[in-house]
Structure formats: structure tokens, C-alpha cells
């Protein structure tokens, strides 16, 4: 047997399909949280199928997690929503016996969706120091919230089915006949015919009665389609304190053994690594998770079962067994983390083996008809009701992006261009959430050089020439059948902004648009006529509009920036024909952006002289940063037409907090009206942070063998 399978061998012991017999009663027994793979000897086997696609995808995820992508934060990515069935299927074979509905009713599938929620979401307010008398238990330890991360994962119950009809994302299933279960197949019983939902579209998840108190498992990405998802033992699904209720089992009462049966459906391991073999030479392919034996059921935070490395020095300090983690198997008030190296390769899986279900419709409602759309965000689903988006909007679109090389239809992780006049690619996913095909859907994608208040149909229609701020990129006719999604790709070179000899050459930003037209004349098939130089509300009110912001990475600008700093260019416009009072922001995208804020940092502005008399605040006013604002400017006039660029020099002291490389700052535009502030534009630009700005990496703290 060759290392590598071996290792995988040593690894995979979770995971998928083992023979589970169903039984409509309670077990008292202590539970085995994850149980081992029936088909366990394919790892084994070099010349396995198996082991040679699960091989495939180990380097396709470390390909993923290893390659400088240049995205900048985790941001780029944002909340992403996963559509979820789940199948309840009980045994029941007396004519008085509890049915399903009454045993897993649908609040406690509601509570298990919004646990999965809490615990992937994209806040970190559970996993503060207080958290544990959420979980009704106070302790001291905090040491490993700090390793702590969100995933930014969302569930929700399907709302279509593969035939695309209304479902309430619940099948119910009797039997009759006690039959052996396996997810490889349906029950036996005649009466119980429960395939897989499509997992191009779907995460299954299979509610049953477990047999000798194992309480779930789980399919890695490499196994077959007809094997995929997770099971769930009925006493340990739903957020039974939650709700306030009795759970069958007192130690599994928050809903968190379907958190760790996806954590397996992601790619991740148990921390022990090499399933509980009595030694320390696990390893779970995460580089932040500290080696331990084996797992825990009490959680102490104390606890370090690998006390020494493989030649017997003694840790110092100790590196404790992170029995916090959904990973470990320990009860379910002790489990409330994802550490960074864990969400990072769920993420990496989730943008490579199990990147089809980016495109899954499998949550939102049909619509009569065919419905060629573009989603804003994650949690778009494609029924804009012109409403003006909240003051965090951004023009960053999960179905616009781009890459390096043309690789995007399997790596669909936005990727920032690296030089401005050389060749990228850019690829648009346009979905249809009708029942029926679509087939005059006319993609056309334009960039405009990045501001803040980007209108329509300038600056996208620009003339073409050296000194153009936007123009068309490419147009292609699209098919897109019911409830589906297609992705269309186009060779691109970013054009070479026009340097300003008063600000120093700017880092090249630019905003890519896309837009779903189905009709040749106005209004072109759009839901709601478009309003000439209001470019977010036409974004609002049509379904078939998106944007996305990027910047080329690797130039810094040559400013004239003085104490070492670092700059980027702002640009604020007016593309309306009325005069506007404006006020442009500048602030961290969000919370997960990696961009700490100093609050003793000064970061300074230069501008041209006519806006400099404008702000009255010289050529280099000051800003300091304060509630994650890095700066802000106006209120201050606007001309029809008038685009003015504004450099924004980082302090050299914020710059040491930062990790090297690129990072992206939200940048919005507001126009003050009568008192009120409306927002007009919103988008993001880059700085890059060289090496000598960045604060040196701590040494190495976690011991892996």
C-alpha cells in the first residue's frame, strides 16, 4: 500500500454509510458519536476508485488552501447559503405506533436548521468567554476562543424539489418492516422509497432511529453521488434547550452532531486524526489544531494528551486538547468552535469538490414561468422589490468572478487580477428560478474604473479610448433550463488607468457590471423601468443586474506619502444631471476582514486643489479612524459629470497591524438631501501592505507531526 493511501487510510475514520438498524425506541446507553465506514477497505486499495477520487480532491483542497490567490479577506466570499432536505424515516410497525411527524415534528427541524445557523453563521458573539452560560455551564477557561472563527455558512430548508415543485424541504417516511438502513441505498421496507436529493443542488440530511447508540455519519465529497450527505440518530437532532423541551439525550440536547457530521461532509477530520489508536501521529490536515489521542467526552479545557512531541520534549506551554471543537466528540455544551484552519478548509472544499451547490436554486420558491437572474448576494433569491439596500451593501456579487488563468468553473473562488493589460478571466453565473427554460436570456458585462457613484448608463458606456472610464466587455446569448444555472466565461485584460501626477499613480480598481437583457428595446425586459444615474437603484429593483468590485493587486502606489505609509485612490462621481452634496466613507468591509483598526492612527488624504478648497481642509487633510472608519469626507458639491480622485495614505502604525498582501476597504458614497442621507454607491479597493509594513508572524504555537 502506498503512504499516501495509508495516511488516508489512518484519517477517515468517520464518515459514511454503515449498516444502521431502525427502531422507534429510546437508548439509554452512552453514545458513540461517529461510527466507522463500511466501505473502509476502498482507502486501502491504490487501485480503488474510491481512493483515487478522494486523492484527486486532496489536491484540488490543498491546491486551494496553499496557492496566493490574492482575494483578499475572507469578505470576498461572504455568507453562503446551502440548501438543505431532510428526510425523517422511523420505524413504526405497530398501527398505534408514533409517526414520524410526531417524533421529529417540523419545529424541531426548524430548530436543528437554526442551530446549524448559530453555529456556521458569521458572527463570533457565541464563541466570546461568556459563552458558556449560554450552554449552562460558567468556566474560566478561554484559551481556545482565540483560535476561533466563523465559518459564514447559512441552511435553509429547500424550497423546490428536483422536479421543481414547492416543498417544505421535510420527507416524512414510515415502515413497516424494520428494515436495515444504509446510505447507499433506500430502506427495504415497501413502503419507504427515499433516494438522494441531488447534491449538485442539496445537503441531505437522513433522520433516523441509529443502532448501537451511534448518533451520526457522513459521506466525504470523494464518495458517489448516490452515498451523499449526513445521518442524524433522532435523540441528537434539533436544539432541544432552545426550545425549552426535554431531549432524548441530555448530552446532545443543542443540535451539534449534525454540525459535526457536516463538518465531515466538508472535508474535515476528527482531531485525533488517526481515530483513537493510543498515540500521538494523527494528523487532521489542519495546521491550527493541536495533536490529541483521541476524543473527549467531558470538556475541561484543561485536558493535553499529547504532552511532549515525538521525541519526548515536554510542551511549553501546553497545547491542550481542543475539545471545544465540533470536531471532538465531546457533549454538546462544550462545543462551539471552528478554529481558522478548520473554516479555511471547509471553504476550500466548498469552492472545489462541492462547488456545484454555489449555483443550487434548491432554496428558492419557483416562479411561474422562466426567470434568467444574477445574485447580489448569498442570500439573494432573486425577488428584488426595489427596496434601497441597508448602509452595509456593497457591490461585490458571489456570481461575478474572476481568476489568474481559466480555471474558474473549477475554482470558484474570486480571484483578484494581478497586472493591469494582461490577459484574466471573467465568469458570470446567471441562474433561472422559473419552471421554465429560458432561452433569450443576452448576458453583456462592462467595466467602469471604481467610484463610489457609479450611475447608467454611464460611465459604463464610455467612449472607447485611452482616457475611457468604462465600456462593454463582452455579450453572449445564454440558455438556462428550470431551476438551473450556467456560468459564462470571457478572456479579459484590465486597461491601464491614466496615471495623476498630483496623487501619484493610483492601484488600478475598476467595478465589473453584468446584465440580463431579454428584450432588444427598452426596458429591455427589466421587472422595473431603469433610472438614468442610479445605478443602486436600479440594482434594487432588477434581479438582472449585478456588480462586482476588484483591483489589480501586486502595485502599490508611487505616492508621494510621507512616514512610510501606504496608499490607495478613492474615486467619488456624480453621473446624474443634477447638482449633488455628497459624503464619501471609507471603513472596513466587516467584522471577519482581517483589517484590526488602530485608534491612536492617522491616515492622511490628498486631493486635487479644486476639491481640497471644497473640503476646506487643505491638500492633506486628516481623519482618524474611529468605529471602524478610516476616513471621511464632505458633505462637499458635485457638479453634472464631475469625478474627483482622492488618495488616502494609511499610517504606517495601522499598516504593522495588517497582515502582507492585499486587503479591501468598503468605500461608500452618500448623498445628503433635506437632512436625510440616501446611499448612492458602494464598492471596494485595494491596498496592498508590503512585507516591511506587516507586523512579523508569531512562531509556530501548534505542534502537528
Not at 488516508?8 to 461510527?35: F, H, K, M, N, W
Not at 467526552?297 to 484543561?302: E, Q, R
Not at 449555483?359 to 433569491?381: K, L, M, T, Y
Request: with cysteine; glycine share 8%.
Amino acid at each position: 500500500m502506498s503512504s499516501s493511501h495509508a495516511s488516508i487510510a489512518r484519517r477517515l475514520l468517520v464518515g459514511q454509510a454503515c449498516l444502521l438498524a431502525l427502531a422507534c425506541s429510546t437508548v439509554d446507553e452512552e453514545s458513540e458519536p461517529c461510527s466507522v465506514p463500511v466501505n473502509w477497505a476502498d482507502y486501502f486499495n491504490p487501485d480503488s476508485q474510491l481512493a483515487e477520487d478522494h486523492d484527486a480532491l486532496e489536491v484540488d483542497v490543498t491546491d486551494y488552501l496553499t496557492r496566493d490567490l490574492t482575494a483578499g479577506p475572507a469578505y470576498d466570499l461572504g455568507t453562503v447559503v446551502i440548501p438543505v432536505v431532510v428526510h425523517v424515516i422511523l420505524d413504526c410497525p405497530e398501527s398505534d405506533s408514533p409517526t414520524p411527524e410526531s417524533l421529529v415534528p417540523p419545529e424541531i427541524v426548524d430548530s436543528q436548521i437554526a442551530a446549524l445557523n448559530r453555529d456556521f453563521g458569521d458572527s463570533l458573539d457565541w464563541a466570546n468567554p461568556h459563552c458558556y452560560a449560554r450552554y449552562g455551564e460558567m468556566g474560566p477557561d478561554c484559551t481556545q476562543m482565540s483560535l476561533a472563527a466563523p465559518p459564514c455558512l447559512g441552511f435553509v430548508l429547500a424550497a423546490r424539489d428536483p422536479y421543481g415543485k414547492p416543498t417544505s424541504g421535510i420527507e416524512y417516511c414510515a415502515t413497516t418492516d424494520t428494515p436495515t438502513w444504509d446510505i447507499k441505498a433506500t430502506p427495504n421496507g415497501p413502503k419507504c422509497k427515499v433516494p438522494p436529493w441531488p447534491r449538485d443542488s442539496y445537503l441531505n440530511i437522513w433522520v433516523v432511529d441509529m443502532e448501537s447508540g451511534v448518533l451520526g455519519q457522513s459521506s466525504f465529497p470523494a464518495e458517489p453521488a448516490s452515498q451523499d450527505g449526513i445521518i442524524v440518530d433522532r435523540r441528537a437532532f434539533g436544539d432541544f434547550a432552545t426550545l425549552g423541551v426535554g431531549a432524548p439525550d441530555q448530552n446532545r440536547n443543542y443540535g451539534r452532531t449534525a454540525a459535526h457530521e457536516i463538518g465531515h461532509w466538508l472535508d474535515l477530520y476528527h482531531l485525533w486524526g488517526s481515530g483513537g489508536t493510543g498515540d500521538c501521529s494523527g494528523d487532521d490536515e489542519v495546521g491550527d489544531t493541536p495533536p490529541q489521542k483521541s476524543d473527549h467526552a467531558m470538556c475541561t479545557g484543561n485536558d493535553n494528551s499529547c504532552d511532549s512531541d515525538e521525541d519526548g520534549n515536554i510542551e511549553n506551554p501546553p497545547l491542550f486538547d481542543l475539545c471545544h471543537s465540533f470536531m471532538d466528540y465531546s457533549y454538546d455544551k462544550y462545543r462551539h468552535i471552528f478554529t481558522a484552519g478548520q473554516v479555511e478548509r471547509m471553504r476550500a472544499t466548498l469552492c472545489t469538490a462541492r462547488r456545484r451547490i454555489l449555483g443550487s436554486a434548491g432554496h428558492i420558491p419557483p416562479v411561474a414561468g422562466g426567470d434568467a437572474w444574477i445574485a447580489d448576494s448569498w442570500a439573494d433569491v432573486g425577488d428584488e422589490a426595489g427596496v434601497a439596500p441597508a448602509s452595509g451593501f456593497v457591490f461585490n456579487s458571489p456570481d461575478i468572478w474572476m481568476r489568474n488563468r481559466d480555471d474558474g468553473t473549477h475554482d470558484m473562488r474570486h480571484q483578484q487580477p494581478n497586472r493591469s493589460g494582461s490577459d484574466q478571466y471573467i465568469y458570470v453565473r446567471v441562474r433561472n428560478r422559473g419552471t421554465d427554460r429560458v432561452t433569450n436570456a443576452t448576458l453583456k458585462v462592462y467595466w467602469a474604473l471604481a467610484n463610489t457613484g457609479l450611475g447608467w448608463p454611464d460611465p459604463w458606456e464610455s467612449p472607447a479610448g485611452p482616457d475611457a472610464l468604462g465600456g462593454l466587455i463582452f455579450t453572449q446569448l445564454v440558455t438556462v433550463e428550470a431551476g438551473a444555472s450556467v456560468i459564462a466565461s470571457f478572456k479579459w485584460a484590465p486597461p491601464v488607468p491614466p496615471s495623476d501626477a498630483d496623487l501619484g499613480a493610483s492601484t488600478p480598481a475598476f467595478s465589473l457590471l453584468a446584465r440580463i437583457e431579454t428584450a432588444p428595446t427598452l426596458p429591455y425586459g427589466m421587472s422595473q423601468p431603469e433610472v438614468v444615474g442610479d445605478l443602486l437603484a436600479n440594482v434594487a429593483a432588477n434581479n438582472n443586474i449585478a456588480c462586482r468590485s476588484v483591483w489589480v493587486v501586486g502595485e502599490p502606489v508611487a505616492s508621494t506619502a510621507a512616514n512610510d505609509e501606504a496608499s490607495t485612490i478613492v474615486v467619488a462621481a456624480n453621473h446624474t444631471a443634477a447638482l449633488q452634496t455628497v459624503r464619501v466613507v471609507v471603513s472596513e468591509p466587516n467584522a471577519h476582514a482581517a483589517l484590526p483598526l488602530a485608534r491612536d492612527t492617522e491616515n492622511t488624504i490628498r486631493t486635487d486643489q479644486l476639491l481640497a478648497q471644497k473640503l476646506k481642509t487643505g491638500r492633506r487633510g486628516r481623519q482618524k479612524p474611529d468605529s471602524g472608519v478610516l476616513l471621511e469626507l464632505g458633505p462637499f458639491e458635485l457638479a453634472p459629470g464631475e469625478v474627483r480622485r482622492i488618495a488616502l495614505d494609511i499610517d504606517s502604525k495601522l499598516l504593522k497591524t495588517l497582515k502582507p498582501g492585499n486587503h479591501g476597504l468598503l468605500v461608500q458614497q452618500f448623498v445628503e438631501d433635506g437632512g436625510t442621507s440616501k446611499l448612492v454607491g458602494s464598492g471596494l479597493i485595494g491596498l496592498t501592505v508590503p512585507k516591511h509594513h506587516a507586523k512579523p508572524p508569531k512562531a509556530k504555537s501548534i505542534r502537528k507531526h
